[in-house]
């Protein structure tokens, strides 16, 4: 039976059966429908209204971002020694089990929409994934940032990965040991993530990033929360940094060839795209500074997620963050004119690592040796940008490691050992971005230009900014440029932007604290030339 079109659950009762999560007494399953009957569908349920252009307009209601305290795995002989438990909330096999048949018995009589995808673009580590939805945005939502399977592998598709979405669901605490009302539950061993209690979209892709994170480390690939891009001369670069760092839009640049904007693989084979489609911030997006993001935002398929807009023209106002921070857009790849048929690319060239310092005492760029790359790979110093996760109103300084603990099933080591022999085995150079403040911290000083930045950045992967004079910073050890054409000298001198020099030199030595506080937990799992690489804890004068 050729799984597209909508369904009955008698019909599909063995259908239903492979997914691995026995549903009965469905009112009816919708199948691998596509964006124009999807849309047609939220519509008519009043679960999304249209922008002008044709985009579906949708809001997540109390939930405007990730609920990471609320994401358990189970513990069970598979993960008891490979989970990072301190990282990771734990559920009992019979809580799963338990909150596993009440989502089933909530979803009796009602309508799903199910999506068969890909989650990797590499054939060779893809997971098969199968998403039901209750929502029909949610089912366009997750169709535009997975891979769309060709209709001919549609009719044999067998997950290796089944999602049960269901907002509606409302856990109880006492009953499931949870914290919340809300709910992400994976069960690795039998491959179910449940979600419940929540609307924001972006669990189901991170779900399936979970998943990666936690098989394929076992297979020597390395699972990244990274952007990424190649040049005409396939000089690949990636792009680590938590949400809001800039990833999608310094990713997304005109003159080299998008791989994809958050989450990717590193193999033997080279780099390769998770998903088939980006989640873009669009938080005072404007068409002169982001013009390929922009440009999606206009165009039907796409899902504007929190957006404000005029009642009358349905025009968005991107400037308008009285509903939340972490307004998002969610299109597929090829909506970005330059974004790759493939998802996949050589060895990177390149790799960045963009933190949003909220201190605003890091320089706009910096070169990392392989010692400081790792070290700082898994420091994660950036800040939690607002709106990003429930109950975050504004910047706040803090260390995910990896750049991106809450995505890490594994222990950070696992991840950073993978990386350190990769960089060392292909030689690839490794550089820290700012994209935060200059001229102050958070409140006093100002974002860091993103002109800048793209200079920068363009400098570091043609190979040029290798041949610029760098400086050692005092405070952090690595080489700093101290000029690069068409950016302003002093931005380079971080304390040079600052009223106070004093003051630089009082919030720098409480930044390097905080830098090696939150280091003694990795002290014990690397080498030790690795923890010579932090900040000094000598401070020149």
């Known amino acids: 039976m050729e799984n597209i079109g909508v369904f009955n659950s008698a019909a599909n009762a063995e259908t239903f059966g492979s997914a691995g999560v026995g549903f009965k007494d469905l009112k009816r399953v919708y199948w691998n429908l596509t964006a124009p009957v999807l849309s047609e569908e939220a519509v008519r349920r009043g679960e999304a209204t249209l922008a002008a252009g044709g985009a579906l307009l949708a809001d997540t209601g109390v939930h405007t971002g990730r609920s990471p305290k609320d ?26 089990d338990l909150l596993l048949n009440d989502f089933l018995e909530h979803a009796k009589g009602k309508e799903l929409f199910a999506q068969d995808l890909y989650g990797g673009a590499d054939p060779a580590y893809r997971v098969k994934t199968r998403v039901f939805t209750e929502y029909a945005w949610h089912s366009q939502f997750i169709r535009n940032l997975l891979i769309r399977p060709d209709s001919s592998e549609l009719a044999s598709f067998a997950p290796d990965l089944t999602i049960i979405d269901l907002p509606s669901f409302q856990a109880d605490p006492a009953r499931y040991g949870v914290r919340s009302s809300t709910v992400i539950a994976c069960d690795f061993s039998r491959r179910i993530v449940l979600i419940g209690g929540t609307s924001y979209a972006g669990e189901m892709k991170k779900s399936v990033f979970t998943y990666l994170n936690f098989v394929l480390p076992e297979k020597g690939v390395m699972p990244m929360h990274c952007s990424a891009n190649t040049g005409d001369n396939n ?24 791989i994809g904007d958050d989450e990717h693989g590193w193999s033997a084979n080279g780099i390769f795209n998770f998903e ?23 165009r039907f398929g796409t899902v504007l997620e929190n957006v404000i807009v005029d009642p009358l023209t349905r025009i968005p106002n991107f400037d308008d963050g009285s509903k939340t921070e972490n307004t998002r857009c969610a299109y597929p790849l090829d ?3 330059n974004a790759s048929p493939t998802g996949r690319a050589g060895v990177p060239k390149n790799i960045v690592m963009l933190t949003c310092d909220a201190f605003g005492v890091l320089p706009p760029i910096a070169k990392l040796t392989a010692a400081q790359a790792m070290y700082h790979f898994l420091s994660g110093y950036t800040a939690k940008v607002a709106g990003t996760e429930k109950g975050v109103k504004d910047p706040e300084a803090t260390f995910s490691t990896c750049f991106g603990a809450p995505f890490m099933p594994r222990h950070p080591s ?11 085995h292909h030689g690839v150079d490794c550089w820290l971005v700012n994209t935060g403040w200059t001229g102050g911290k958070y409140g006093v000083g100002r974002r860091m230009p993103i002109r800048v930045t793209r200079r920068l950045l363009s400098a570091a992967l043609d190979g040029s900014l290798n041949k610029a004079d760098f400086r050692l910073d005092p405070y952090f050890g690595f ?6 054409p068409g950016v302003e000298p002093h931005i380079l001198y971080p304390v040079k932007t600052w009223a106070s020099k004093a003051e ?32 000094r804890s000598q401070i020149a004068a």
């Not at 000089?235 to 998008?258: I, N």
């Not at 696992?414 to 060392?424: F, M, P, T």
């Not at 080489?479 to 690069?484: E, G, L, N």
């Not at 390097?512 to 506080?517: A, L, Q, T, V």
Request: net charge negative; proline share 5%; charged share 20%.
């Open 276 to 298: 088939g489609g980006c989640y873009a911030k669009t938080i005072r997006l404007s068409r002169e500074a982001e013009p390929e993001i922009f440009a999606t935002t206009e």
């Open 71 to 96: 994401k358990f795995i189970v513990r069970d002989e598979l993960t008891e020694n490979t989970v990072w438990w301190g990282n990771n909330g734990a559920i009992t096999r019979e809580n799963f």
């Open 504 to 535: 630089f030199a009082q919030t720098a030595t409480r930044l390097i604290d905080m830098f090696r506080e939150n280091f003694a937990a990795f002290e014990a799992h690397v080498e030790p030339d690795v923890s010579a690489a932090g900040p």
């Open 414 to 424: 696992v991840y950073g050992n993978l990386l350190r022999d990769l960089i060392a």
């Open 479 to 484: 080489a700093v440029p101290t000029s690069v």
């Open 335 to 337: 909506f970005i004119p």
């Open 235 to 258: 000089d690949s670069a990636v792009f680590f940094g938590l949400s809001g760092t800039g990833k999608t839009t310094l990713s997304a640049d005109p003159k080299r060839t998008l």
